[in-house]
């Protein structure tokens, strides 16, 4: 019953900008920890781009540079709501985005549980 839905994706030229969300869905959700933004660039890995909790959001120490100067995370912890602010988009930013979210809610009929959520992903285009 537990879902994330994100938002924000599309297509976009080379020097736009886009502002992904993501927030959980589920009458059973206690409470949300965690919550990050992952990409996955054609044919490359899953990557983490960027991490927040309710009191401290930032971008992926191993992140490039590049996606440092551009991109941004907030929280809007009323609304269990992350974004991710992303300027000045390249191509190589063309990539499937996930939103990863430690949710602790009923898993079965008795039990209550902390895990991991994926939301299905957000396919990002830039164009150049």
């Known amino acids: 019953q537990v879902q994330l839905v994100e938002s924000g994706g599309g297509l976009v030229q080379a020097g736009g900008s886009l502002n992904l969300s993501c927030v959980p869905s589920?009458?059973?959700?206690?409470?949300?920890?965690?919550m990050d933004w992952y990409r996955q660039l054609p044919g490359k890995q899953r990557e983490l781009v960027a991490h927040?909790?309710?009191?401290?959001?930032?971008?992926?120490?191993n992140a490039t540079d590049s996606v440092k100067d551009r991109f941004t995370i907030s929280r809007d912890n009323d609304k269990n709501t992350v974004y991710l602010q992303m300027n000045r988009l390249k191509p190589e930013d063309t990539a499937v985005y996930y939103c990863?979210?430690?949710?602790?809610?009923?898993?079965?009929?008795?039990?209550?549980?902390?895990?991991?959520?994926w939301g299905q992903g957000t396919q990002v285009t830039v164009s150049s």
């Open positions: 990863k979210a430690n949710i602790f809610a009923k898993v079965n009929e008795i039990t209550y549980r902390w895990r991991d959520y």
């Open positions: 927040s909790t309710a009191d401290s959001t930032r971008l992926n120490v």
């Open positions: 589920g009458e059973t959700i206690v409470s949300v920890d965690s």
